[in-house]
Every structure is written in structure tokens, then in C-alpha cells.
């Protein structure tokens, strides 16, 4: 397990500097700003999807996934990117969505045209006997999973939007279609991948889901999974051991990444779980909003850190990507204590056993957009839940509040480079509005202040660099019962490292037992002082080591 010592940084293309006043981030305005990334110490950049589409959702509906769709720039820009990001140490993931292709997509295009071969990279059913879709299966973005094709007298399934038709990975073309394309990429220079959504590409047969719930007990982690992507690896990233992968597991279970990402398995080096953002979903409905569970929260970080290293597997830890509503407004405080709280949330995320990922802005303490106006939105799950919330009968403000706490746009809003016009991500008019804390929170400003936020992940870096019980020691949680406390050890052999992490604003008290020999390596505030017994002040985070 080579990639230990490493740190990952997700760029939104679309949001992170537009180098061609189109509004629109590129390939060119990520070139401009590796000297920044350098500088926080990050080794691969990965990127959303920066492919030919049609943009139904924000690129991960591809419809050609060997060409750079030209509002991102052009192939030369990304093979500059390469080179150049490789001369600062960073190496470059590119995002690859299999479990569905774009509807404009030529698989799919001649599929429609009546073209045999194609028909079979996709589902295409026909109607049930009563005329409806062929199930009752649900699209996670609302509505049935099953487009009807007038032509055709047929369905096809798109477990996403209509825009998005799923891909019969149980044809062996498919299969190799898609292991072509990771060469294809690997050849551009290319060193790792971030795979979407992938453990939802086996679907065990398309029976109805007799729990009149939404079908994913049929997807997810199906059948064959393990079998596509041992196939995968081999025929394609499995060949250069320097390539680093991550797969997207959408509501997986741990035996399953055990598998997807034990250091024996030969399927990914890692696994993105989304278990522990779902402490404020009420009654497990994203939509539903409560307060955070946080003894829930840190059983399920515990019970993940515990479970995957018996098997050594291994985590990718983040709080953050662009599907997720900012942690610093979500688990943090953002209006009080944004730098004590964004401390303490990087310290718990870059501690843990695992891959830190860092998603753009984080490092600055960028937090959600709170927009005021739905045309503010631009995402097609928000707007999509908008109508749905609506026809429900809830009112405006209601529905607003909720997208304010969670929609996917929150994460979307432009990086804050500085506080000029448009928070220097563009000097045309920005593809969604820019938040309007910006004069106050932006990179410019945190680069200038020792002790600012992007300091502080800095540091984080540079000690899972130099200390091997960060990369590789053991997780032990500790101060199980505490009711505002996270912490754990880690420990490889004579060395061990404790992580205590207030998650209140509020003052709490706690009792450490064996302390002799600790020094103090990082911490939120200036001043902590290790004591057996010790008084916590809002949001005071440390880590401490002795050997
Ligand atoms: C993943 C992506 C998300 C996208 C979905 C469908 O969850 O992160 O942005 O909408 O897959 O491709």
C-alpha cells in the first residue's frame, strides 16, 4: 500500500477559476493555481468531470469520455495539466462514470436508431402488463427510474436522471468499453481515478421492490460487482501500481468494501462511504432535516475506522465533496466559531485511518451559499425536490430553508480566490451566483494570516508526511461515552498519537488517563496544554504524540 502518506484535493471544475471570462472554471484556470495547491501540500488533484456533455448533471452525464467537452479547455490542456501539475508534485485523478452513460451518447443514440449491439449495452425493457413501467423502482433523483421511448414501445432504466441510462455492465463489450477508456486516460498521463457511483453497476434482476421503496436493494453491490471491477483492475489502472483509485459506494455496507478495497481484493485502493453524513437526515430522508446525531456520528466513524482495518482495507475520510452541503455550516459553526470549528473538523478528517480528501474552499473555511431565491439554484436534484416539495404543499420558505441545509449547490457556489469582483474565479458573469461572504472569506486573505484555516490543513499535511503512525497506526476509539467529545488513538508500534476533538461550542470536561510523555503536534487553539483532567473550550481540538 504505497499511497499511505497521501493527500488528495477534489477540484469542481465548473467553480474553480475561469481562465477565459466565460463564467465557466477550465482546465487552463486549475494550470494557474497548482503554485496555491503546492503550496498546501496536496498530492493529486482530482477532477469532476471535465468530458463532452450535455450537462443534465453538471457533467456526469458523459457523452464522450475521450474528449474534453470545450468549455473546459482542450485535450492539450489536460495533457499540459499533467505535465505541469507533475513538475509540483501532483498527480491528476479524473473521474469516470460507468454505471451510466448521457442519453446523446453514440452507444445510446444508435440504440434508439435500432442498432442490435447497442441496444444491449443498456436496459431496455418493455412495458409491465398493465401498460406502466416494467417496476416500481425510484430514480435518486426523484420520480420512476424508467424513461418510456415512444419509438421503441420501450422503457430504459436510469437510476439517475432520465438524461442518464444505466449500462449493462453484464455485456462483456461494456465491460472492455469501459476498461479502453481508463487506458486511454492512463496514456494521457493520467495516475488515478475516482470511480462514480460503481458499486451500483450489477443489478440482480429487475423484480418489484416489495417494500414499496425505491429498488436499490436489487443495485446496490450487486451480484457481480466484485467480479467487474477484480476485471477492471487487471485490464486496466491494476496495471500501474502507481495508479491510486477510489470508488463511490452509495449506501454500501463494510463487508462489501472490504472487499472493494482489502489490500488482497485487487479491485480499488480505497472507498468513499457516505454512512456518517447522514446523521441529520430525519427518518433517513435527505430532505427531512434534524439537528446531528453526534453519538450516532461517532459510532459510525468508529465502527468504520474499527471494521475496515481488521481486514486492512481502506477509507477515503472526508467531510466534504460536491454533492454535500458544506461540513463548516453543517457540523461546524460558521458564523461563531468558523475557525475553531473548521480546525477541529480538518484534525478529525486528516487523523483518522485513511485518504483526506479536501474539497476546494474547505481549507479556506468556505461554507454553504445560503441563497435566498430558487432561481438561485442550478442543480437538477434541488430544482427537481423544489417542485416535488411544492406539489406537497409546503411553502416557499420552507422549502427554501431545507435547500439551504442541503442542497448539492451549497458545495458549488465559485471558489473565493479574493475579494475582488466575483471573488477572483472570474471576470465574466459566474455560471451560479458567488457567495457573498467572500470579502471576508477567501483564499487571499487566509494566505496571509499564520494562522489561518489553510495553515492549519497545511500542517495536517506535512505531519501525515513525516509520521508513519498517522499513515498506517491503528484505530482505537476513546472517550467512548462522552456526549460532545470525538477522540481516538492511533498507535504503531512504540508510538502512539491521541486525537481529542470537541464538536460544541460550549465548554466540556474531560479525563485522560495516561498522559506522561505526550507532546502536543497540532491543535486549534494556540495554547492547549495536555492535563489528565482537563476543561475543553469551544470547539478545542489537539492531537498529541509520545515515541
Ligand atoms: C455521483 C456524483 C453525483 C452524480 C451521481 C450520478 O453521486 O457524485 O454528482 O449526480 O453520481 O452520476
Redesign the pocket.
Known sequence: MGFRDKVVYQVYPKSFCDSNHDGWGDLKGIISKLDYLEKLGIDYIWINPVFISPQK??G?DVADYRRIDPRYGTMQDLEELCEAARNHNIDIMLDM?F??TSTDHEWFQKALAGDEKYRKYYFFRKPSENGGAPNNWQSKFGGSAWQYVDELNEYYLHL?DPG?ADLDWTNPDVREECADIVRFWMGKGVRGFRF??INLISKAGFDDDPNEFDGRQFYTDGPHVHEYLKELNENSFGRDSFCMTVG?M?STTIDNCIRYSGSESHELTSVFTFHHLKVDYKNQKKWELQPFDFKELKRLLALWQTEMQVKDAWNANFWNN??QPRALSRFGDDKNYPAESGKMLATVIHMMRGTPYIFEGEEIGMTNAYFTDIRQYKDVESINIYDILKKEGKDEQEILHILNERSRDNARTPMQWDDSPNAGFTDGIPWISVNENYRSVNAEKALKEPDSLFYHYQKLIRLRKQYPVIQSGLFRHILEDHDSVYAFMRTLDDTSLICVNNFYGKETEISLDDIDGYRILISSYKDTEPRNHMILRPYESFVMIRG
Open positions: 448533471d453538471n456526469y462514470v454505471n451510466h439517475f442518464q462514480d457511483v463511490e452509495s460536491h454533492d
